[in-house]
Every structure is written in structure tokens, then in C-alpha cells.
């Protein structure tokens, strides 16, 4: 039997034998408000607080593992102003180490598992969640309370994939809930105007946002940004890490042991800090007036051509909507708004990245000159 006590917000799921708890969709919903309300009744001297000040959003982030804690720190791309923002949320990382937090719950694998089913319990009880398997760990969002937990079962004990992007679902969650999102897309401008550089992996976006860094380009990220209409359609830095495996640095003249870019994460790709690369050529904000999808077509030269609204918003929304889970019909709406708005080019690169660097930058004075 399962049952949430209110009066002390203590959660009972099913238990094998031993610990862990054992969650199926009957009590996800539970299990996962209950993990909310334990973060905030968490006590305080047990841990730190930090906080990011990240674009239009106040992030305060309690922890009790400093590594961690640096990780969020070193990674994020703060805002550049003294403003308070008209957003704020608090996200709280704890682990089973922990005094008084419990392991994290693991999946009723018999009863299998849907992410569509995982996230329409959790949306219509106002929550936003993933699970990682393997850990396990569970990371919750509560838009209306703006908190949220990462419940671990170590310190470090995210997913792989989050070293480069921490609290990227938390932000995503966050955001959404402002009418605003995290975006699967990269940036490249000039003046503070630019494009999102959008496709799946493996499309050349990386490759592509690489090349203009290095050659008179600026950019706010290649892998995730924050996008919102003000009326204008801007692109805001959320992470400075740009990431890039040993054959792409290569085709940019980069090696690895250049750049302090150390070991190759779990996909083969080096990770790298953009700011430190080239100085001043990473910018917090950029005025979008295109989309652009690149095509690793291994030409002389680069060629552009127009695409439909139709193919722009297939490049762009489903690996944007499917990345980040949560809000996903609200995500459709948003991205294919955005190709309706934007023009879209297809990109077909050649291999010679300065050569890509001044096609685009032509794109780019074409596009700025069309939108002004």
C-alpha cells in the first residue's frame, strides 16, 4: 500500500527485502512531491548555499559536496549585470551520504517503463521529472513552489552527460515555466546579432559554431541556450563549455593538450571552456534573425540555401522537445513559433574553416540588414 502522511510529508512505497523504496507510476507522483517537500525541510546548517546568477533567473543552489557545488560554478554562464531578475528558483543536490536522506527509490521494472506515461503522471500532479536508471537518481521540479531536488545516490552522482551542462533539466523546467526554454542549438553572430545553429548530433553544429568562434565569429554556446521573444527573439549563454571530439578540433588546427581540455568525456569529445579560448568572443546575448542547418558536405566551398518553415522547424524542434523532458507540447508550440518567424538556410560546409567563417558571416550581415 502506498500513502503520503501530510501532517509529516513521509513517503511509504513498496520495499524489496531490503532498501531502496520501489516506484512504479501508481506512486510516482507521490514519491516525487514528497522528495520536494524533504529538500525544503532539509536542514540548512547541513548545507551550502550558492547562488547563479544565470540569465532572467535567480538560481540559489543548496549542496553538501563541493565539487559539485564548483562544477555548477565553473560551468554556468553567469549574466553579466547587477539586476535582480524577475525569476527565481532554488535547487537543492543531496545524496544518500547524506544525514537523514534516504537512497534513492528504484524503478518496478516489472511494471516497464514509458518517459511519455513518466511525464503526463508527473504533469498533471504540477511536477516536472527525470530518472536516470543506472544511478539510480532522481531529479524533481516543482514550477509552481520553483524548487526542486536532485536526489543522488553519491556525491558526483550525476549523469555523465551532465558534467558539461549541470542542472540543465532544472533550468529547462524553470524557464518553461516562464514561457521561456532551453534550446538544443548552438549560436553564432556578429554586433550582437546571430543565428541558432540547429540539427541533430552529428549534424556539424559543434563543428560549424567552432569554426566562427576561431575565425571572427562570436557565439553564446554549442550545445544549449536559452531562447525567449522580447518581442525580439534573443538567445542568451547558459553554458560555457563548448565540446568537440579529436577529428573536429583537428579540421580547426586545435589539439587538445592546447586547449586544457584533458580527457574525453563519455561521448569521445573533449570539453573545453569557450571563454578561455578566445577571449571576448563568447557573448551572453545575441538578437536571433535566422536559423541556419548545417551539412558536413566536405565542399570547396561552403554553400547557403533557403529551406521551408516546415524543414527549419524539423531540424529544430524534435531534438530540442525530445533533449529536455517536460512541457513538451508547450515545446512544439514554442519551436515551431520560431521557424515560422525566422527565415531558415541550409548550410553545406566545406572543409576549410575560415572559409565557413566568412560564409556565415555574410549570412549573418544578410540576415541583419533583411531584419532591421
Not at 207 to 215: D, E, F
Amino acid at each position: 500500500m502506498t500513502w503520503m502522511n501530510k501532517s509529516v510529508g513521509l513517503y511509504h512505497g513498496r520495499r524489496s527485502d531490503e532498501s531502496p523504496r520501489i516506484v512504479s507510476l501508481r506512486e510516482l507522483s507521490d514519491y516525487a512531491r514528497d522528495r520536494v517537500e524533504a529538500a525544503l525541510r532539509y536542514p540548512a546548517e547541513r548545507l551550502e548555499r550558492h547562488h547563479i546568477a544565470l540569465p532572467a533567473l535567480d538560481l540559489d543552489v543548496w549542496h553538501a559536496d563541493a565539487a559539485l557545488a564548483e562544477l555548477c560554478q565553473e560551468r554556468l554562464a553567469k549574466r553579466g549585470d547587477d539586476a535582480v531578475s524577475d525569476q527565481r528558483a532554488q535547487i537543492y543536490l543531496i545524496d544518500a551520504t547524506m544525514q537523514g536522506w534516504e537512497r534513492p527509490a528504484v524503478w518496478d521494472t516489472d511494471t516497464g517503463f514509458s518517459t511519455r506515461e513518466f511525464d503526463r503522471m508527473l504533469a498533471a500532479a504540477g511536477l516536472r521529472g527525470f530518472y536516470h536508471h543506472e544511478a539510480p537518481s532522481w531529479q524533481f521540479y516543482d514550477p509552481a513552489a520553483a524548487a526542486g531536488v536532485h536526489s543522488l545516490p553519491a556525491p558526483m552522482g550525476i549523469p555523465p552527460w551532465e558534467l558539461g551542462s549541470p542542472l540543465r533539466l532544472f533550468l529547462h523546467w524553470a524557464y518553461a515555466s516562464a514561457g521561456r526554454r532551453l534550446t538544443h542549438a548552438a549560436t553564432l553572430g556578429l554586433n550582437g546579432r546571430g543565428v541558432l545553429v540547429v540539427g541533430t548530433s552529428g549534424s556539424g553544429k559543434s563543428g560549424t559554431t567552432l569554426a566562427g568562434l576561431l575565425n571572427g565569429l562570436s557565439s553564446g554556446g554549442d550545445d544549449y541556450v536559452m531562447v525567449e521573444r522580447e518581442p525580439d527573439i534573443v538567445a542568451h549563454a547558459v553554458f560555457r563549455i563548448f565540446k568537440q571530439d579529436h577529428d573536429g578540433l583537428q579540421r580547426v588546427g586545435l589539439k587538445p593538450d592546447k586547449i586544457g581540455a584533458g580527457q574525453p568525456n563519455w561521448q569521445g569529445k573533449y570539453e573545453f571552456d569557450a571563454c578561455d579560448l578566445v577571449p571576448g568572443a563568447f557573448v551572453g546575448r545575441l538578437v536571433i534573425d535566422a536559423l541556419i542547418l548545417p551539412e558536413i558536405a566536405g565542399l570547396r566551398r561552403t554553400q547557403v540555401e533557403r529551406v521551408s518553415t516546415q524543414q527549419a522547424a524539423l531540424a529544430l524542434a524534435p531534438s530540442a522537445v525530445f533533449q529536455l523532458p517536460g512541457d513538451t507540447d508547450e515545446g512544439f508550440r514554442f519551436f515551431a513559433q520560431l521557424a515560422r518567424q525566422l527565415p531558415g538556410y541550409r548550410v553545406r560546409l566545406s572543409e576549410d574553416p575560415v572559409e565557413i567563417a566568412d560564409a556565415i558571416g555574410s549570412l549573418l550581415m544578410k540576415t541583419a540588414s533583411h531584419a532591421r
